[in-house]
């Protein structure tokens, strides 16, 4: 395993805020914890480049510019800039403005930390702008807890970071939408397959149906349903499937065909794939 390694300036304003954990390791294991956490207002030549730190780290900026190189990508920070990056890869960030580059910062790991930094780069970006003053607040907050730390901070704090990373991804892969802003035909979609998952479809059958095109159709359902159609149709015939072992005796044969899978073997291995264990087991354990 490759040795942690990290060069720094510290040219930052005396009012700047940093608070630096260690957390036990019962709270590693049970929740997201915080490793550094704090509010800088960073003067040139204020930098920082480090290699294989085991810690994820979100950076949102204030005002000020700031410079960000990661994965072979140059970024320019500005107000309302977020980066969110894995610190095991190489990162160089630094102060490009003659003001100070204000921003709020936190280290952090556990709990789901690995698979919200997937979802969050979904679409292959760094960073993102945000427009509201959500990510700030959830900042401030986690900050003032710090200062007068009790034996509830760490639950408070991992509630918090939770309610950040869903933040986090919600506003960079534009999530934060209302019913109002979903396409009419994609409720329809979603009525059409809740009503006919157990029949054949794909999704030429569906761009026919709802006269959209089929990648459109297919992108615009998961961004908005969550799911792509098929994927969602699936998920439809094994919630069925789980329903119709727990509470009743039929055979596994005929539930695969109830939910509209003719072959017994590939219904037991997707159900297996979606659920990690076998029909059998599932019923058994139910």
């Known amino acids: 395993m490759n ?69 072979g990508k140059e970024y320019l920070l500005e107000k309302g800039d977020i980066f969110l990056i894995d610190c095991q890869n190489y990162q160089y960030y630094e102060t490009i403005s003659d003001e100070p580059w204000e921003m709020v910062w936190l280290h952090f790991y556990g709990g789901s930390s690995a698979l919200f930094y997937q979802e969050y780069l979904k679409n292959g970006e760094q960073t993102f702008t945000t427009e509201t003053k959500r990510i700030g607040q959830i900042m401030e907050n986690l900050l003032n807890l710090q200062e007068h730390r009790n034996a509830r901070t760490a639950f408070t704090c991992s509630l918090i970071i939770h309610d950040l990373l869903n933040e986090l991804v ?20 979603q009525n059409f397959l809740d009503n006919h998952f157990k029949e ?18 297919n992108k615009e359902f998961s961004k908005y349903i969550g799911a792509p159609p098929i994927e969602y149709l699936i998920a439809q015939r094994i ?29 037991s291995r997707l159900f297996k794939i979606k659920t990690g264990v076998t029909p059998n087991t599932y019923r058994k354990n139910g």
């Not at 999530?175 to 979609?189: H, K, N, R």
């Open 3 to 71: 040795d942690f390694w990290q060069k720094a300036n510290k040219s930052w304003t005396s009012d700047s805020t940093r608070y630096i954990l260690t957390p036990s390791k019962k709270n590693q294991d049970m929740f997201y914890f915080i490793q550094e956490i704090g509010h800088f207002k960073a003067l040139k030549p204020y930098y920082t480049e480090r290699e294989h730190l085991t810690s994820y780290l979100m950076k949102y900026t204030l005002s000020g510019k700031g410079r960000l190189i990661y994965q």
């Open 170 to 189: 919600i506003q960079k892969n534009l999530l934060d939408f209302s019913d109002t802003d979903v396409p009419p035909y994609i409720f329809e979609l």
């Open 200 to 217: 054949n479809i794909n999704l030429e059958d569906l761009e026919k149906k709802f006269l959209v095109n089929k990648y459109q159709l």
């Open 239 to 267: 919630n069925l499937a789980k329903e119709l072992l727990l509470y009743t005796t039929k055979p596994i044969k005929q539930i695969a065909m109830e939910i509209g899978i003719d072959n017994v073997t590939y219904f």
